[in-house]
């Protein structure tokens, strides 16, 4: 059964570093998306993507993150100086035309030290 | 704004006995309503959803709109049913393109 991947699995990163989210989709999905789960909280929607563009982004998804899809297979998630309040489990996902279910990754653990 | 409420963290019930875990939403326009599980160590993964009204593995939920529910119900519960769940929401008839917005999950417990 296809499934969506992401990678690494945990990442430990200085405060003030950028770090790279990496994420494959399955394969002929169409929507995009991460997910982002503090410890104890929530998970909370960060951003949609759709037709290469940006189609819908919370208020946490400020300019220190950005999503590209550079080669038509992943789908990245950026943070460009990363603060220890990004410290969380982020979960990309994806969804097919006209298919209402997500399928998730299984997330990647980001800590800022 | 739509929100989703799941107002116990922790649940617990022994083999066998009937389990029931409550989701209430607000959302002002025509949402959808799903129920994602978290087994120990695995992703997140759709057990069900209102309009496909199927029974998964013994559970069913209902959407209620005069109450705004969508409570998750199995009438014997197993060991195996052990894990996080998270009621979710979708905007179904708007441009959300799929946009979840989850319940902050409860964790079910079953007792041999």
């Known amino acids: 059964e296809p499934e969506v991947t992401q990678t690494p699995s945990h990442q430990v990163t200085q405060m003030g570093q950028e770090v790279i989210l990496r994420c494959v989709p399955i394969?002929?999905?169409?929507?995009f998306y991460w997910y982002r789960q503090i410890l104890g909280q929530k998970v909370e929607f960060l951003v949609s993507?759709?037709?290469?563009?940006?189609?819908?982004k919370s208020e946490i998804f400020d300019d220190q993150f950005s999503v590209e899809r550079p080669d038509g297979s992943n789908f990245t998630l950026k943070i460009r100086s990363t603060k220890l309040e990004d410290s969380a489990m982020y979960f990309c996902?994806?969804?097919?035309?006209?298919?209402?279910?997500?399928?998730f990754g299984q997330g990647t653990r980001l800590t800022v030290v | 704004a739509q929100r989703v409420t799941q107002p116990e963290k922790l649940l617990s019930v022994f083999k066998g006995a009937p389990v029931e875990l409550k989701c209430n939403y607000s959302?002002?326009?025509?949402?959808?309503l799903f129920w994602y599980v978290q087994y120990s160590r695995q992703r997140l993964q759709l057990l069900l959803r209102?309009?496909s009204r199927e029974s998964i593995k013994g559970f069913t939920a209902d959407l209620n709109k005069g109450e705004t529910s969508f409570h998750l119900k199995k009438p014997f519960a197993q060991e195996e049913d052990s894990a996080m769940y998270y009621c979710?929401?979708?905007?179904?008839?708007?441009?959300?393109?799929?946009?979840?917005?989850f319940g902050q999950g409860t964790i079910l417990t079953v007792h041999p």
């Open positions: 996902a994806s969804s097919g035309w006209g298919d209402t279910e997500a399928f």
């Open positions: 394969s002929n999905h169409l929507y």
């Open positions: 993507f759709y037709n290469n563009e940006i189609s819908e």
């Open positions: 959302y002002s326009g025509s949402p959808e």
């Open positions: 209102h309009i």
């Open positions: 979710a929401l979708k905007d179904a008839g708007g441009t959300s393109y799929g946009k979840l917005t």
